[in-house]
């Protein structure tokens, strides 16, 4: 494989055909069938993914975007075959892969290199890309109850607004496998000005309890949640102890708004999941 892509991107196999593929904090998803694979996500876009992608699998490639942030869909102009996403993410995909942006987020990864790792992992001309990036109109827009047929796996398309308009989670019935990405994890971004309200939120959450499934795979982590860790995002999106909430930063994704990380009511210490939502939007 080439050097530079293994410097880029490391994967770790996490089940039977299921691996996840990390780069620069984000994690995206190889999932295998008999007859196709799919990815879900595609970082930020440092170096070729699909290549990547097929020294794990010659199989036909289908990808899903979870949704349209720049760390989840930043490569989508790598792959050969279009790309799936929710129609209402389309307004935010444009925001964040517009080269002014981008080139901003590759800055502060840069600033972020200093204290971790990932010097090597942001490339040094990242407008070479640009032009990739902005002419990409390859979608094949999906949405609630979507079935793909991968062999002898299946996927299906949930939508769950709350992190954006229009997140979507994929499950995999055969594997008890639902992968939500940002769209619902233990520290859900409820703040963004395309976050949907707390209720929306709470939802979707309640529709993914209704799956069959024992696993949870998110964007920002290897670690496979449990169900019992989806009932606990839940109690945190109806019970938010407001009382011993924190102000955080904020940052790229949202300027200006200054947003409040929220427990469980009874988590004072801080111990369990939270949520990020921006005080200035709860009536
Ligand atoms: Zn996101
Ligand atoms: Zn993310």
Request: aromatic residues 12%.
């Amino acid at each position: 494989m080439d050097k530079e892509l293994k410097k880029i991107y490391k994967h770790k196999k996490l089940m039977d055909g299921v691996y996840g593929i990390t780069s620069s904090g984000v994690v995206c998803y190889l999932i295998t069938g008999k007859k196709q694979a799919c990815v879900i996500d595609t970082a930020y876009g440092f170096g070729d993914l699909q290549a990547y992608v097929r020294e794990l699998t010659d199989l036909p490639l289908i990808v899903f975007n979870s949704h349209g942030h720049i760390d989840h869909t930043g490569g989508n102009f790598y792959f050969d075959v279009p790309v799936c996403i929710h129609e209402k993410d389309v307004e935010v995909y444009q925001r964040h892969n517009e080269p002014a942006f981008h080139r901003y987020m590759e800055k502060t990864l840069k600033v972020l290199n200093k204290i971790f790792f990932w010097r090597i992992l942001v490339p040094k001309h990242p407008e070479s890309t640009d032009e990739g990036r902005m002419n990409f109109s390859n979608w094949h827009f999906v949405r609630e109850g979507d079935m793909f047929d991968l062999g002898d796996l299946s996927a299906r398309v949930i939508e769950i607004p709350g992190h954006t308009q229009g997140s979507i989670a994929i499950y995999f019935k055969e594997k008890k496998l639902l992968v939500t990405s940002d769209g619902a994890n233990a520290a859900t971004w409820l703040y963004l000005p395309e976050s949907t309200d707390l209720a929306e939120y709470s939802r979707s959450l309640h529709k993914l309890e209704g799956y069959d499934f024992e696993s949870i795979l998110t964007g920002h982590s290897l670690k496979l949640f449990s169900r019992k860790d989806l009932e606990e995002w839940i109690h945190v999106a109806e019970h938010p102890g407001f009382s011993h909430a924190k102000k955080q930063k904020g940052g790229d994704f949202a300027p200006g708004v200054r947003p409040l990380q929220v427990w469980a009511e009874e988590d004072t210490k801080h111990k369990g999941p939270s949520i990020v939502i921006d005080p200035t939007r709860l009536e």
